[in-house]
């Protein structure tokens, strides 16, 4: 079914609300239009390019919000977090990040990005991991976009488990529980646990 | 008990032999003698400081040798390697693997040692990591040395078990399993598995 022009702006819009990191390319494909019509479009909304979207969200004072480490530190760009309970990261893979023979993704990559977003979700001054069970279910490639998201499962003690699942698109690429220790007991939900 | 300079000479010998990766500061902490004293035997001895050893080692043709990635591409320096067998490599933690805040090497530096390690000692032309339970047992700090060593378990159809083992000095700082994929059968006692 072919929409009309206003229709398909009308739903772009909400499309890229909903989902700000969607790159041109999905967007077409979705919309069964070319890129340059999707450009265009854009242009007539004024929604800004995707990297301008994504540069938005990551100065979002990220900085202020993540307690673990300094925001350069963490691998990938967090576009997202709530402490002690979620955050979002994205990281581009380029051609120094996969094996020259094959342009798969070097896995300590994808694990980089992951540990650091369970260090950086910690809401304490010191998050160290202990130990993580990962997998790897999808290779990723040269210029895809990896979306990582992690979620604070529980506290027990100084210890927290935090679940990180990894996307290219809607495919799970990567998937990782860390454990990780803590220098103090986080101040509300983790302390109740603590009784158990 | 004091040694005369001859044993300790003779002793010093011997220990490098069977180590040649002790560093000097090692050296005069096991004989009780400064750093300098290490460093003239040595000199009196023509035995090439550590680097020098371990360039040596390195530059050994390792790259013959590997067959899963280019030598570039490994974490770390391999000097020791025999295919589907067993792996060591070293890596110097430098001020670029810490965290800034506390000097504690990132978890993710470890990781791709071991991880890279993994897919070298798999004799194929591919090998890609599957899954990996990781534990991290003591934190590392800048200026430190890891030795890690890595076992070939044993291959199951195209997948193969391979532990590493991380060490500074005679401490345990990493363990992990990996499970990685290969595109074929090892020739010998891998192939004699499968028919289990």
Redesign the interface.
């Known amino acids: 079914m072919r929409r009309t022009k206003k229709e398909r702006q009308e739903h772009l819009q909400e499309t890229i609300q909903a989902n700000p990191f969607v790159t041109d390319e999905e967007l077409a494909g979705q919309f069964h239009v070319s890129v340059q019509t999707i450009r265009l479009d854009r242009m007539e909304l004024s929604i800004p390019e995707l990297r301008e979207r994504i540069k938005y969200v990551a100065e979002r004072n990220m900085d202020d919000e993540v307690r673990s480490?300094?925001i350069e530190?963490v691998?990938g760009d967090i576009i997202d977090i709530e402490l002690d309970k979620s955050a979002i990261s994205i990281f581009d893979v380029k051609k120094e990040h996969v094996?020259?023979?094959?342009g798969?993704a070097?896995?300590?990559h994808l694990?980089?990005q992951a540990?650091?977003l369970a260090v950086a979700v910690i809401n304490d001054e010191?998050a160290?991991?202990?130990?993580?069970?990962?997998?790897?279910t999808r290779?990723v490639r040269e210029g895809e976009r990896i979306v990582a998201k992690a979620k604070v499962i529980r506290t027990e003690k100084l210890q927290t488990i935090v679940k990180v699942s990894s996307f290219v698109g809607s495919e799970l690429v990567f998937r990782g529980e860390f454990s990780m220790f803590r220098a103090q007991l986080p101040d509300k939900e983790g302390q109740d646990e603590i009784g158990n």
């Open positions: 480490l300094p530190e691998i094996f020259r023979r094959n798969i070097r896995g300590h694990f980089a540990n650091s010191m160290l991991t202990r130990k993580a069970d990962i997998q790897f290779s």
